[in-house]
């Protein structure tokens, strides 16, 4: 667990006062929120007074004159746009670090990693022949060579394509689901953090607005400014069913519904993904229609009713099972239909982001 209450005493003061959690945690918020400088903070590289305390392990206390030096920090951090060294092969980058771990020699060995990264062949080259992804995934390695307790990751997907992001993101999630290394991830791509993060904090002005399960952050309204102005939305888990390839669809299984989405083939049968679905791609419908072209239909009943301002339209928050999912109405569509808090309804979507 690691315990943060801090504020930074730089031109540009970030106060954060949070217990992460032990798995990947997206910080989030708009540019010049104080996301870098908390994980520089943490890191031990900005003049900072509070409390930084990981496994009950004081790295910052000041009541009790403690501060641990940077380089004393369990700590493995990619920053944005991190390098390689030019000079040296993708092998002696990688076994750069081993020398300098902070943690039990020998307990992440660079084989393993080579392999889990799928870096044989890359071995023996100069960086310069090597991509953009394969570099992230050297950078990661390396990184995890350090013997690190703590993962900081600023960006690190930043100046990749879609195609890249996707190949990466895999790795990323190893991080977790392997390693089981605590991560904050400072992200500006809402994607990245749902495929990845399942808590995520907000940050504005150099202070924590917002905190909690990212499926809860992402659906306040309340906080669409600050996540960039995205459209509420509703994450939602689906098990991969099948691949079709005639019609170039997969299906999913969300609450013993079948859905369709454009074909993924890296899914494979059985495993679980994440579906993002927007609140405005939502319809509603008191009987299910049969004869209609949206593929993906879920019953449920309407939990909550929220006004959007005072424009024209409505967020009804359907529950189907353990799935929430916002369905934004116009009020004349609430008015006519009749809806109510407690009524059954069918919620159409007509357009799922597969994340």
């Keep these: 667990m690691l315990q943060v209450d801090i504020e930074t005493l730089g031109e540009f003061r970030v106060s954060v006062d949070h217990e992460f959690p032990k798995s990947i945690t997206a910080v989030f918020g708009p540019s010049g929120s104080g996301k870098s400088t908390m994980l ?77 990264f799928e870096l044989s062949l890359l071995l023996p080259r100069r960086t310069h022949q090597v991509s953009g992804g394969e570099t992230q995934r050297i950078i990661l390695a390396r990184m995890l060579l350090s013997q690190p307790k703590l993962l900081l990751l600023d960006e690190p997907l930043t100046g990749l394509d879609i195609q890249r992001k ?32 399942p808590h995520t904090v907000v940050l504005a002005d150099g202070e924590m607005r917002a905190s909690g399960r990212t499926a809860d952050v ?19 888990n689906a098990k991969v069913l099948t691949h079709d390839r005639q019609y170039q ?32 791609d939502v319809s509603l419908a008191k009987v299910e229609p049969k004869a209609i072209s949206v593929r993906n239909i879920l019953p449920g009943k309407i939990v909550a009713i929220e006004d959007i301002d005072t424009g024209p339209s409505v967020n009804c928050v359907i529950q189907s099972g353990l799935t929430r999912l916002q369905a934004q109405i116009t009020r004349a569509s609430l008015d006519q239909l009749d809806l109510r808090i407690g009524d059954p309804v069918f919620a159409l979507v007509k357009s799922v982001t597969l994340d």
Aim: hydrophobic share 35%.
């Design 40 to 116: 520089r903070a943490i890191a031990g590289m900005e003049p900072t007074r509070g409390l930084i305390c990981f496994d009950e392990d004081d790295w910052l206390n000041t009541e009790l004159d403690v501060l641990v030096k940077p380089h004393h920090r369990p700590i493995g951090y990619v920053r944005q746009n991190a390098q390689l060294f030019p000079h040296l092969t993708v092998h002696d980058n990688l076994a750069y670090p081993v020398k300098y771990s902070k943690r039990y020699p020998g307990e992440i060995t660079l084989d393993q990693v080579v392999e889990d």
């Design 166 to 197: 996707a190949e990466i993101l895999p790795y990323l999630e190893s991080l977790q689901t392997k390693y089981h290394i605590p991560t904050l991830y400072v992200s500006h791509a809402v994607d990245e953090i749902t495929a990845l993060c």
């Design 218 to 236: 992402l659906e306040r309204r309340d906080l669409a400014e600050l996540l960039g102005g995205s459209d509420t939305s509703s994450i939602i």
């Design 249 to 280: 669809l997969t299906t999913l299984e969300v609450e013993d519904r079948t859905w369709s989405v454009p074909m993924h083939l890296p899914l494979q049968p059985g495993e679980i993904t994440t579906l993002r679905v927007r609140a405005r």
